[in-house]
């Protein structure tokens, strides 16, 4: 068998199985045992999958109801305490979606990724309890089927580094405590075989760590690997290099070292460093991240290039991180174009990608017989396919780009706001939501007749305007002052612009896992991007029509379209921004011309595409904010521009937003009170501001008293003429049921706190 090691497998199911069964767990319409039959059955399935493909290292606990963060928290026994009267399921799902009588804990992007993790809240108080039960029986469970696995386990440094302390203190001053447990694990998991390899997640190791940090990662894998002679310890990084933690694992006992070559070429400098040790090299090089078919001869020849430093026999192809962040397989797509399907990797793929690249850099090309040959000779002829074909290159679009000159909104912001303020007349504390109302079983039902050709174009059109009706109708009755159209026609935020922009391709059922249940279907960006018509204006304008209120035009930025969507590896990202920056700027000058002058250009994701590393930062800010102004700059002084950003810690980007230039930004602070907003503060920011006032990831609905603490909160520390009242992201995962008292207390949390003004 050919030497690979895949770091990690998705875990929703190709039909999303996982998904579908743990919302009828909690529309209390199956019983939890049920939800384990689902998790056993994928589980076993996934094993199956890995091993009939050939490959060597398969993992065992990288399968999670909701999260492997939320798993190492139950594992440490790391309950915040308003959870501690909960245990078994009913405490997991509470720590994750909150419940009746406590909030969710904060959920946060896993690195530059669109993965969703439960950030660890911490206490000195607290004190900790190894609850090694997952750990154990999935390795049993994999064992049982003649598939003996290794353990993947979140790393010590990786889950303090990540986590949060209650009192905001550093989560570093409870390492000690962490890692008598970590040891403990491990303890527990020698009993289990003979040899155990166990797979320590440390993505830490590739931002720029502190001294701090780089001295406990001796100490901690020094002691770790003591624990038992029988445990083989593989400490695995991804997402960029990690040349510095590097250089002090090498003189530690671990057994191998996991580097990321697709998108840390610089762990290419530290490869002399581990020739001169005993550590194996799991060297990654099937793209974990992105969709794209690898060429077979590039991998290759890139595994060699290694190979001159490090020893082959002491190499083992990798993949660059867990497939959790691609589709599961092509083997649903049978509506996509032939030739872009050719072009494509997901993850079942790439296991036969893995399985190939890892048998010819080992044992050679001449050992390919047959359809392996076919297979090997067929990429090369599909490499040189995609690299000519002309449905890529559009000239026009190139020129456009290419010729652009430095394009500006009129205006300095005091000077707009005033216009905007004189033009629209709305109050302070201004109540508006973020875009989206909740997707109904009969909107989703309308879209798929309409794509299946059962509704015609003006029956989905009438479906839809009723739909929007229906908004218009409950924000008149909720009494908001700034409307949304509720964007019944969107399936996603992403796919919905990507549908109608020339260079966009879509999956079937190319779904990739956000957050627990949640998974989205990223648009595969394969050529040069144009926007041939109109994309909103029809919808925005006739929900206008519909009321006297300010309608809201909803679009998603160009940094969100390009940083949520599968972008094509053959041309530099900033190009590709470049081209939906244009194709955004043309949709604004046609909105206003349809008389919509209160513009949203979401950029949830502008924060989760910035490198990890410092180095890098000034680069992507320096066109992620050139292509958001080339977006926006059709818009007149009187037009005003919002935008929208999700789960961002802002200290260190505030300067960037402000060179946006919005006029209004709505954030996300429900989960973490006015912190967020006091940097706004501390930097005198001028602009309007609309912090999330409840948290809609949660089901439950906010009380009045509730919401008129949290705005008073915010009034300590920005003024109200600067503050907008708003739920921290769109509503289109919630039900209507749950939004509409929740808007109602809003609105009238907010009456209570402008009497009290008065």
Not at 425 to 437: H, K, M, N, V
Not at 693 to 709: A, G, N, Q, T
Not at 712 to 729: F, G, H
Request: one cysteine or more; proline letters at 3%.
């Amino acid at each position: 068998m050919s030497k690979n090691y895949v770091i990690g497998f998705p875990r929703i199911g190709e039909k999303r199985e996982l998904k579908k069964v743990l919302e009828e767990y909690w529309a209390q319409k199956v019983p939890f045992s049920e939800v384990q039959n689902v998790a056993s059955q994928l589980k076993k399935r996934h094993w199956n999958y890995q091993k009939d493909a050939g490959i060597e290292f398969i993992s065992s606990n990288d399968f999670s109801l909701y999260d492997t963060m939320l798993d190492t928290s139950i594992m440490l026994g790391a309950i915040p305490k308003r959870f501690a009267h909960l245990e078994g399921e009913a405490l997991y799902f509470a720590m994750a979606r909150g419940s009746k009588d406590a909030v969710a804990m904060e959920m946060t992007k896993w690195f530059n990724t669109n993965y969703h993790y439960i950030v660890p809240e911490l206490s000195l108080k607290d004190s900790y309890k190894l609850s090694a039960t997952k750990i154990i029986e999935e390795y049993k469970e994999a064992k049982a089927l003649g598939i003996k696995t290794k353990i993947n386990i979140i790393g010590p440094l990786t889950y303090l580094g990540l986590s949060k302390r209650e009192d905001g203190g550093d989560c570093f001053a409870l390492y000690g405590r962490v890692l008598e447990i970590y040891k403990e694990l491990l303890s527990e998991i020698a009993k289990l075989d003979d040899e155990v390899v166990v797979q320590i997640d440390e993505p830490l190791f590739v931002k720029d760590l502190s001294s701090e940090v780089l001295s406990l990662i001796k100490p901690s894998y020094d002691a770790l690997t003591s624990q038992a002679s029988n445990i083989k310890i593989a400490v695995v990084t991804y997402f960029e290099h990690a040349c510095e933690a590097t250089k002090v694992l090498v003189h530690t006992p671990i057994w191998a070292l996991g580097l990321d070559f697709v998108y840390g070429a610089k762990n290419f400098e530290v490869l002399e460093l581990i020739a001169k040790s005993d550590k194996v090299l799991l060297a990654g090089v099937i793209d974990g991240r992105n969709i794209w078919k690898s060429s077979y001869v590039q991998k290759v020849e890139l595994l060699e290039g290694i190979a001159k430093r490090v020893p082959k026999e002491r190499i083992i192809t990798s993949t660059t991180c867990s497939l959790l962040h691609v589709p599961f397989t092509l083997r649903y797509e049978e509506k996509m174009d032939s030739e872009l399907k050719s072009w494509l990797s997901f993850g079942c793929e790439k296991l036969e990608e893995l399985s190939m690249v890892s048998r010819v850099f080992v044992k050679g090309l001449s050992s390919l017989k047959g359809e392996q040959k076919e297979a090997f000779d067929t990429n090369i002829k599909t490499m040189l396919a995609r690299h000519d074909s002309e449905r890529i290159h559009d000239k026009a679009v190139q020129a456009r780009a290419k010729n652009l000159r430095k394009l500006q909104r009129d205006g300095v912001f005091e000077e707009r706001i005033k216009l905007q303020r004189e033009h629209f007349g709305y109050e302070d504390l201004a109540t508006t939501t973020i875009g989206s109302f909740p997707q109904t079983q009969e909107v989703r039902q309308a879209r798929r007749d309409y794509k299946a050709g059962v509704l015609s174009l003006e029956q989905y059109e009438s479906e839809m305007k009723r739909y929007i009706d229906y908004c218009v109708e409950v924000q008149e009755e909720c009494g908001l002052e700034v409307f949304v159209h509720g964007e019944p026609e969107r399936n996603d935020m992403v796919e919905y612009f990507g549908e109608q922009l020339q260079g966009y391709a879509f999956s079937q059922n190319g779904w990739v896992q956000s957050y627990g249940s949640r998974c989205v279907k990223p648009p595969l960006i394969y050529g040069d991007i144009s926007r041939p018509e109109p994309m909103t204006v029809e919808w925005i304008a006739y929900a206008q029509s519909k009321t006297e209120k300010i309608m809201k035009g909803m679009l998603t930025g160009p940094v969100t379209i390009l940083n949520w969507s599968f972008v094509r590896d053959d041309i530099p990202r900033d190009e590709v921004s470049k081209q939906i920056a244009l194709a955004i700027y043309d949709e604004i000058v046609d909105l206003q011309e349809a008389g919509i002058k209160m513009i949203q250009v979401d950029e949830a994701a502008f924060k989760e595409g910035y490198p990890l590393r410092v180095a890098n930062i000034k680069t992507y800010e320096d066109w992620a904010v050139r292509d958001f102004k080339i977006a926006v700059s059709a818009a007149n002084k009187e037009t005003q521009i919002h935008t929208h950003m999700c789960y961002s810690e802002f200290n260190d980007i505030i300067k960037t937003i402000e060179a946006m230039d919005a006029d209004v930004i709505s954030i996300e602070t429900a989960r973490s009170g006015n912190e967020l907003l006091k940097i706004f503060k501390e930097v005198g920011y001028k602009q309007e501001v609309g912090p999330g006032v409840y948290d809609i990831h949660s089901p439950r609905i906010p009380s009045v008293e509730e919401m008129v603490e949290q705005i008073e909160l915010l009034l300590e520390v920005l003024p109200k003429e600067q503050l907008w009242i708003n739920p921290d992201c769109g509503l289109k995962t919630r039900k209507w049921e749950e939004v509409i008292p929740s808007l109602k207390n809003m609105v009238e949390a907010v009456r209570i706190v402008r009497e009290k003004l008065k």
